[in-house]
């Protein structure tokens, strides 16, 4: 079973500039979720998709962050314009359904240095 | 909002001795408990999932552990490898599956 594919695996960019991420799931997997890990930190959640639907965004910054996930299968994640702040790691993660109990498959991430 | 605490932040043990991280957290109403391991330069893998009825699960040399009451899990690795060197990170989560990440122990295993 092929896992989580993310590209691009690296990113620099100078500040103000714009970048999106993009993210395969695991097939058939419903849900979709974004995190993301500041160095030294845990992952901290951005998005969850049911679908292409938003399950929640509490956590996003909506004034710079979007995502979308239009046919309920990949999803991208853009910021524009990038901060400093936001070099991270971001990760994207996959699972059958949102039930609590159900384990997230992890993709080896996509690491921005904004300068 | 869930706050997960993790100690020791790095631990450095020989090869072939037993060991326990720990995990804390502030909402006693988590859902789930879960363990991961991140070598660096990749993703996550899902090494125990406690589910909030359980108290413990094991899988080979790990095991973890869930007191609730307590705000507390554990994760025992016994007889340490090399190879088991990474970044632990625990995580609680909701009922809706999201998970509250801790800062993670970064384990070394000196052969």
């Known amino acids: 079973e092929a896992g989580v594919a993310q590209s691009p695996r690296y990113k620099i960019i100078e500040k103000r500039q714009s970048v999106a991420f993009w993210c395969n799931p695991i097939s058939g997997h419903a849900t979709l979720y974004w995190y993301q890990q500041i160095l030294g930190q845990g992952p901290k959640l951005l998005i969850q998709?049911?679908?292409?639907?938003?399950?929640?965004d509490s956590q996003l910054p909506k004034d710079r962050f979007s995502a979308e996930r239009l046919k309920g299968v990949d999803s991208t994640l853009k910021i524009q314009p990038a901060k400093l702040e936001d070099s991270a790691v971001y990760l994207c993660a996959s699972s059958p359904n949102p039930r609590a109990g159900e384990t997230q498959y992890f993709g080896p991430g996509t690491r921005l240095l904004v300068l | 909002k869930q706050e997960v605490t993790q100690i020791p932040a790095a631990l450095s043990v020989p090869e072939g001795e037993n060991l326990v991280l720990n995990c804390s957290f502030t909402?006693?109403?988590?859902?789930?408990l879960q363990w991961f391991r991140q070598d660096p330069g990749k993703g996550l893998t899902s090494l125990l999932l406690?589910?909030?009825?359980?108290r413990e699960q094991t899988s080979g040399r790990l095991n973890a552990s869930l007191d609730k009451s307590s705000g507390r899990s554990t994760l025992y690795i016994a007889a340490s490898q090399p190879g088991d060197s990474a970044t632990y990170l625990c995580a609680g989560s909701t009922g809706a599956n999201n998970l509250f990440f801790g800062t993670g122990t970064r384990l070394t295993v000196i052969p």
């Open positions: 909402d006693s109403a988590i859902y789930n």
């Open positions: 406690i589910q909030s009825s359980q």
């Open positions: 998709f049911q679908n292409n639907g938003v399950v929640d």
